[in-house]
């Protein structure tokens, strides 16, 4: 069974860096492309990035391009997504995933999900 464990979230200010780390255990981590999640107050979970399995290939929502960058280390199990100049609009429960595949998964073919980690972004 995988286990998807995240860490680093926290409350911060605004304009402030976070930087999240979810590790993988159980499976073979190359099989997966990987991908964050993000579910803020009163609303649905969606997708915030993306990774393939090599780490060649990236996908970020709109609202996050250009702040935000996921990155993988196969040979440590874990991806990470830097969180750049932080907005109160930022805060939610991030979730990472894991999906089976060589490409960027789609948001309903995740099988794998972590517990989530809390960021608060403060006006």
């Known amino acids: 069974q995988v286990q998807l464990v995240e860490s680093g979230g926290g409350l911060v200010q605004a304009g402030s860096s976070l930087r999240l780390s979810c590790t993988a255990s159980?499976?073979?981590?190359?099989?997966?492309?990987m991908g964050w999640f993000r579910r803020a107050p009163g609303k649905e979970r969606d997708v915030v990035a993306a990774i393939n399995w090599t780490g060649g290939t990236t996908y970020y929502a709109d609202s996050v391009k250009g702040r935000f960058t996921i990155s993988r280390d196969n040979a440590q199990n874990t991806v990470y997504l830097q969180m750049n100049s932080l907005k109160p609009e930022d805060t939610a429960v991030y979730y990472c995933?894991?999906?089976?595949?060589?490409?960027?998964?789609?948001?309903?073919?995740?099988?794998?999900w972590g517990q989530g980690t809390q960021v608060t972004v403060s006006s």
């Open positions: 159980g499976g073979t981590f190359i099989n997966f492309g």
């Open positions: 995933a894991a999906g089976y595949g060589p490409r960027i998964i789609r948001p309903n073919e995740y099988a794998y």
